[in-house]
């Protein structure tokens, strides 16, 4: 349904040409803007309308800049935008504009009225976007092949609309492509020493600082981080611990232990290209949990550390650091209404048995640890809590630093990127969806504040 | 103790339009350290070509090609896409070469690396390096070959519905059919067609007018196009015809024309082709243009005289005020999109005779690249005004 945002006194000027006979004039503006828009198309006197994106090919953590040009002056406008995930979901975002009285807009200042976001957010489009309406329940977007970008469409609509709705006169659109990786990059794939993974080396000789990066229990071999690491210069190299064909064992169960860990940490240090002395470890979720076991383990010496949203200790890890299946204790599960499971309360620290903690307090390297305050998945506020008293006990404070976002949930990740509240967790033996918490505005927000925040974590301690 | 980390080089945006500027930045360098910065291409003919300038990094071990100056090399002082405009090929080349992209499809790679030193640099591997990617096509233009009622070319058309005001364009001799600059217009908005008229085919036939209207009309008749939105963009001996066609034509009226480095005057016994009637028989007179007009040209253009003879037909034509001009000095005659190599003399075929010579097109290095950066944006800002913008209302509502 139009919303009439023309003057009374600029439809009765239209009227007064020579279309009259094509409108009949009712007291329903609507009716009289659609009639009027009619007017508009058929003459020869046709408003083209420009939108641009600028860069049209970008890495994820770029912003794009999205303007609208040669437009009707004061005049509402959406600007749209939709991709295909790999799985083929359509996802969309949407946000509502006003030109201004040269006829444009710009989304890097203007602000949005509504839609998926309000306010000024210049790459709104990007993080708001959701699964359109129809979709399966509890996606989340997350790409596999990095070699190819998100083809995302940008489009500009007449009026205040929405995708879902009916009749819209798309006015004007732009192509973009969202990279994660960056020209020259060589992606290596590693099997080798028992290790499942994947190798990001950035362009040039080296020798590259360089990262382990360790994802959640959902498991399977994640690059999409390691590939923007490398395309900011760090070598990085993403392994795959549970839930991956290429490993033995069932794939529920972690079934490598703390020599796996290891051998990934010590393929780094040999690789030509790569700087043995600069090594750093990330761990989002469950992969905290392996890097504070590489922090604290004799033999190893990584140079800075980050945790995102994990625990300090797991009960699910036998003395060689090997995994009982997650789901064997439920005890601290807690559901909402709708079923959805929140596994936060398994990682309070009072929940934790007391061995698996490990001993913080011998790290002996700079330690970043990122909260997110909405976290419905791991205790992370009590974790970080744990491990600043650890470190401050034994006078390493200036080893700590604590990034915590309100609003943020648990899966804390590259910036410009949806935020899932829940997602799918397992099929079997029925549907079972899982809380990772976040609200869309503060958990992009934290993304983007923290990815900043880490790569200068990591150029001050892996290249100073 | 640990080995010194190596100096970090970043361009960006690393994948760009070809008339977009990029920031080539060094980081991580030992203060007042002296390197050099490389770019390094292969082309589609398999010759490389090389640029480079001489810096020196400032106190926190940084050298910025946007902000600093440099040295020596191909080009010195502050020439942010200086390792773009300045490049040659490399010692030891075939001779004549000319960088023209004939697969608009893929981009151009350009290796740019930081070297230790100034004197002897390419002895020593680099210290660090980058890949930048340059693209004639936006994501989402339709590239689309055209054969239609006896026209020849490719078309492109931008992403979105449209409809678009559009270009007919075309280029000049011994080059064969050149998509690049339809492509970057159409990833600027236009749909722009790159015409196909200087086969012999077409020069041994009655090549008149009807030709060129007919692929006019194809354009504008495009459900995509705003049919009086249709402006020609010509050059060298494209922009002749776009010039004749706008003066002499009754059924086609662009709405504006773009010629660069055209020439209004005919010599007597005129070297373009026989049969070639469009251009033959016609007094090149100012007064018949109806639609703004901007014409470029470089005055040091060697291949064809030019300058001289525009400012006589301005003051005959009584048209002035249609008229833009931008000359430049230092500039030769193959003006084109920003920040590609510069081409004194070049080889080229002569048509009739298929006498490979050495075509002497003129202009110096610095002055053309600064002509092409300069004309390209001004080009552009006509294209929008008179093509994009809303004229005051004359419209019948």
Request: glycine share 8%; proline share 7%; with cysteine.
């Amino acid at each position: 349904m139009f919303r009439a945002h023309m003057s009374v006194t600029r439809i009765w000027q239209l009227i007064e040409k020579r279309m009259m006979s094509c409108i009949s004039v009712h007291g329903k503006l609507p009716g009289l803007q659609r009639a009027v828009g009619e007017v508009r198309r058929k003459s020869s006197f046709r408003q083209s309308p420009l939108l641009t994106a600028t860069p049209v090919r970008a890495l994820i953590d770029e912003q794009i800049s999205i303007k609208g040009r040669f437009l009707s002056q004061n005049y509402p406008v959406t600007v749209c935008a939709q991709m295909h995930s790999e799985e083929g979901d359509l996802w969309e975002a949407f946000a509502h504009y006003t030109t201004n009285a040269s006829g444009s807009i710009n989304l890097t200042s203007d602000h949005s009225v509504g839609g998926s976001y309000v306010g000024c957010e210049p790459m709104g489009l990007f993080w708001a976007l959701e699964p359109a309406l129809g979709s399966r329940e509890g996606l989340r977007l997350r790409k596999r092949n990095v070699e190819t970008p998100y083809m995302v469409n940008i489009s500009l609509l007449e009026g205040h609309t929405s995708p879902s709705e009916g009749q819209r006169t798309e006015l004007a659109a732009v192509t973009t492509e969202r990279w994660y990786m960056a020209p020259g990059v060589r992606r290596i794939e590693i099997r080798q020493n028992n290790i499942v993974g994947t190798l990001f080396l950035p362009p040039g000789p080296g020798p590259f600082p360089a990262m382990l990066d360790l994802w959640g229990m959902v498991g399977g071999l994640l690059e999409y981080r390691s590939a923007l690491f490398a395309s900011r210069g760090f070598a990085s190299l993403s392994v795959a611990y549970m839930g991956h064909k290429d490993l033995p064992g069932p794939q529920h169960i972690m079934s490598v232990g703390d020599s796996y860990f290891k051998s990934a940490f010590q393929l780094l240090q040999d690789h030509c290209q790569v700087d043995a002395d600069r090594i750093g470890v990330i761990g989002l979720s469950y992969g905290v949990v392996p890097t504070l076991r590489i922090a604290t383990t004799i033999g190893f010496k990584p140079s800075c550390l980050i945790c995102i949203n994990g625990a300090v200790g797991s009960p699910l890890l036998d003395e060689d650091g090997k995994s009982k299946m997650f789901e064997s204790d439920q005890k601290h599960w807690e559901f909402d209404d709708r079923g959805y499971v929140s596994f936060r309360n398994v990682s309070l620290p009072d929940n934790l048995p007391p061995e698996s903690k490990r001993k913080v307090e011998n790290i002996t390297c700079p330690l970043m640890y990122i909260v997110g305050e909405d976290d419905l998945c791991t205790a992370s506020t009590e974790n970080a809590d744990v491990i600043e008293e650890a470190l401050r006990s034994a006078g390493k404070s200036h080893q700590f630093t604590r990034l915590s976002y309100p609003g943020a949930g648990h899966l804390i990740e590259p910036p410009y990127t949806p935020c899932s509240r829940a997602s799918l967790w397992k099929t079997k033996p029925e549907k079972l969806f899982t809380l990772w918490g976040g609200h869309p505005a503060p958990h992009a927000a934290a993304q983007e504040d923290a990815w900043k925040r880490i790569l200068e974590f990591m150029e001050t301690h892996l290249r100073r | 103790m640990t080995q010194a980390v190596p100096p970090i080089l970043s361009v960006t945006p690393s994948r760009a339009l070809v008339d977009e500027k990029f920031q080539v930045l060094v980081e991580n360098l030992p203060p007042g350290c002296p390197v050099t910065l490389r770019s390094l291409h292969r082309s589609e003919d398999e010759d490389d070509w090389e640029a480079y300038g001489h810096y020196v990094s400032d106190h926190r071990g940084v050298v910025s090609v946007s902000e600093d100056l440099s040295f020596g090399g191909m080009y010195t002082g502050k020439e942010p896409m200086g390792l773009l405009w300045s490049m040659r090929p490399v010692p030891g080349s075939r001779k004549g070469l000319r960088l023209r992209k004939i697969n608009v499809c893929t981009p151009m790679l350009v290796n740019i690396s930081v070297h230790s030193g100034h004197e002897g640099f390419r002895d020593r591997t680099p210290l660090a390096s980058a890949l930048a990617e340059r693209w004639y096509m936006a994501p989402g233009v339709k590239r689309i070959d055209i054969n239609k009622q006896g026209v020849q070319g490719t078309l492109f058309i931008p992403p979105g519905p449209g409809p678009f005001p559009a270009l007919l364009d075309m280029w000049g001799g011994g080059a064969g059919l050149l998509e690049y600059r339809s492509a970057l217009l159409a990833s600027r908005g236009y749909v722009s067609f790159s015409l196909d008229y200087l086969r012999s085919e077409h020069l041994s036939a009655d090549v008149e007018f009807k030709y060129f209207e007919t692929a006019f009309n194809i354009i504008r008749n495009h459900p995509q196009v705003i049919p009086d939105r249709v402006g020609i963009l010509g050059s060298s001996l494209g922009s002749m015809v776009a010039f004749n066609l706008t003066a002499y034509s009754t059924i086609i009226k662009p709405r504006c024309i773009v010629c660069i480095s055209s020439n209004h005057y005919h010599p007597p016994g005129t070297t373009l082709k026989a049969g070639f009637k469009i251009l033959s028989n016609r007094t090149n007179d100012l007064s018949k243009i109806n639609c703004p007009m901007l014409l470029v040209n470089g005055c040091d253009d060697q291949n064809w005289p030019t300058v001289e003879t525009v400012a006589r037909l301005l003051r005959e034509g009584g048209k002035e005020h249609l008229l833009s001009r931008l000359a430049y000095p230092g500039a030769g005659h193959l003006i084109e999109p920003p920040f590609s190599p510069h081409f004194r003399a070049t080889k080229f075929i002569i048509l009739n005779s298929k006498e490979k010579v050495i075509l002497l097109w003129g202009g110096h290095t610095k002055p053309h690249s600064d002509a092409q950066e300069d004309s390209w944006r001004k080009i552009l800002s006509f294209l929008q005004l008179h093509l994009y913008h809303s004229p005051s209302v004359k419209a019948n509502l």
